[in-house]
């Protein structure tokens, strides 16, 4: 069992503020797809934690948190809340929360804003737009991108994807609602036409000899091309629709 110093909720506050900001003016989305996840230290030798998650939820309650009996479902490894992420919520609820969660050696570690759906993908993209122009110093550590080397095709196509639909919300070429309507709809389509799948799949498990793991498969010049025909139906065809 694990508790937190405040100075990892200074850390948690600094991330968060400067992503509410970065995406003030994307949501709300909705109660169904908006989601914060706040991430737990546990004991996998305690079989018995589960058992506190009514007394945690008193406890919560008792503090003056605003919380569902059902995002505990998942306590002591994470709690799940249909919110949307705002500096009131911030300033309020997470130092009541930290502070509960440290009472029963549960310490929150982190906190992240998961909505469902392409939600996230643009949630992800503005983020990254506001660090690389935000003054160095107002950066919060810690939240640089991925090296692209390093990663799979996928996400690599995910994230450009986002980055330019975002650039189109950015543009007034789309409100986010049609944004996240279209990009939601075009994953099917997208799925169906990606390039490689059981070579991708393969390279992306995980393997216990890493001298067994095929090669990764890196974004291409056709995937490159597949961004570019669902960035089309997502931006510029005006029914929205795959052809």
């Known amino acids: 069992m694990t508790i937190e110093s405040v100075e990892t909720l200074d850390k948690i506050m600094e991330v968060m503020r400067f992503s509410i900001e970065a995406n003030k003016t994307l949501g709300p989305f909705g109660p169904d797809v908006d989601r914060i996840c706040y991430h737990l230290h546990e004991d996998l030798d305690d079989d018995e934690s589960h058992q506190d998650q009514d007394e945690v939820f008193r406890a919560l309650k008792g503090?003056?948190?605003?919380?569902?009996?059902?995002?505990?479902?998942?306590?002591?490894?994470?709690i799940w809340e249909r919110r949307w992420p705002t500096i009131e919520w911030l300033e309020r609820d997470v130092p009541r929360i930290f502070e509960v969660l440290n009472s029963f050696n549960h310490g929150l570690y982190s906190i992240s804003y998961e909505p469902k759906g392409s939600a996230w993908h643009l949630y992800a993209a503005a983020f990254q737009h506001a660090w690389h122009h935000a003054d160095p110093a107002s950066r919060p550590p810690g939240c640089e991108e991925e090296d692209r080397s390093q990663k799979a095709a996928l996400p690599v196509f995910i994230s450009d994807l986002g980055k330019a639909v975002?650039?189109?919300?950015?543009e007034g070429k789309l409100s986010v609602s049609d944004a996240v309507e279209r990009m939601d709809?075009?994953?099917?389509?997208?799925?169906?036409?990606?390039?490689?799948?059981a070579a991708e799949a393969a390279s992306m498990l995980w393997?216990?000899?890493p001298l067994m793991s095929p090669a990764l498969v890196h974004f291409g010049p056709e995937h490159q091309e597949l961004l570019q025909w669902a960035l089309w139906h997502i931006v510029t065809n005006p029914l929205g629709k795959a052809n």
Not at 166 to 170: N, T
């Open 63 to 78: 503090a003056g948190v605003p919380i569902e009996r059902s995002a505990l479902d998942d306590y002591p490894y994470e």
């Open 207 to 209: 393997f216990e000899n």
């Open 185 to 197: 709809a075009i994953w099917p389509e997208t799925a169906h036409r990606w390039p490689n799948k």
């Open 166 to 170: 975002y650039a189109a919300v950015r």
